[in-house]
């Protein structure tokens, strides 16, 4: 069965760093793409970037790039997102989602359950 | 402001049948690039509906269907049921932007 599990919701400060995580199972990690996907609260989708575990190619939204960094560790089948200083506006629901292809795919056939991150003072 | 635009609401009875579009141009659907829909329900991860256009996942009901022509796509519902109440995302990738995009999302209000 294919699972894509999160780590647990997080609080944290303006400035602090943080690493969320996705841990995948039940298939190839080295055969898809792992995206991750803001909600802010009561907002719609946002996608931020995907990386190719078997590689390490990686792509960011231009709205996200150099913003966050997106990595994957093909040892333990883990994807990561990480940001280096926290804004109160990273204060969203964030989704890791696997699809088969960058483009041209079959969309986001699987998806975490998603990890609230909370910036505040 | 999304890239894809969707209406922000739809509403429909029990047993009527909603359609909701997704606009884009021709840097995103228009420039061929594939439709997929998701389904939201409050408080849970999106859940893929239609893939590719037109395709269906397995376990996905008949009542759903999307089509795409030029630069938008549609997703059609029909026999609507309560459980049907939920937010519609459209997805796709724009080349200008070199990324995929989201529709702003749809509130599907069953009356």
């Known amino acids: 069965e294919v699972q894509l599990v999160q780590s647990g919701a997080e609080v944290k400060k303006p400035g602090e760093s943080l690493k969320i995580s996705c841990k995948t199972s039940?298939?190839?990690?080295?055969?898809?793409?792992i995206g991750w996907v803001r909600q802010m609260p009561g907002k719609g989708l946002e996608w931020m970037g995907v990386?190719?575990?078997?590689?390490?190619?990686?792509r960011y939204s231009p709205s996200f790039q150099g913003q966050v960094t997106i990595s994957a560790d093909k040892s333990i089948n883990t994807a990561y997102l990480q940001w280096s200083s926290l804004k109160a506006s990273d204060t969203a629901i964030y989704f890791c989602?696997?699809?088969?292809?960058?483009?041209?795919?079959?969309?986001?056939?699987?998806w975490g359950q998603g990890t609230l991150v909370t910036v505040s003072s | 402001q999304s890239v894809l635009t969707q209406p922000p609401s739809v509403s429909g009875a029990p047993g009527q049948r909603v359609t909701i579009s997704c606009t884009g141009s021709s840097s995103n659907i228009g420039a061929g690039y594939d439709v997929h829909w998701y389904l939201q329900l409050p408080g849970a991860a999106p859940k893929l509906l239609i893939y590719s256009n037109t395709n269906r996942p397995s376990g996905v009901p008949d009542r759903f269907s999307g089509s795409k022509s030029g630069t938008s796509a549609s997703l059609a519902i029909t026999g609507l049921r309560a459980d049907d109440e939920a937010d519609y995302y459209c997805q796709s990738y724009d080349g200008s932007l070199s990324g995929v995009v989201f529709g702003g999302g749809t509130k599907l209000t069953v009356l």
């Open positions: 039940g298939y190839s990690f080295t055969s898809y793409w």
């Open positions: 989602a696997r699809s088969d292809r960058y483009i041209y795919g079959s969309g986001n056939d699987y």
């Open positions: 990386i190719y575990p078997g590689d390490s190619d990686t």
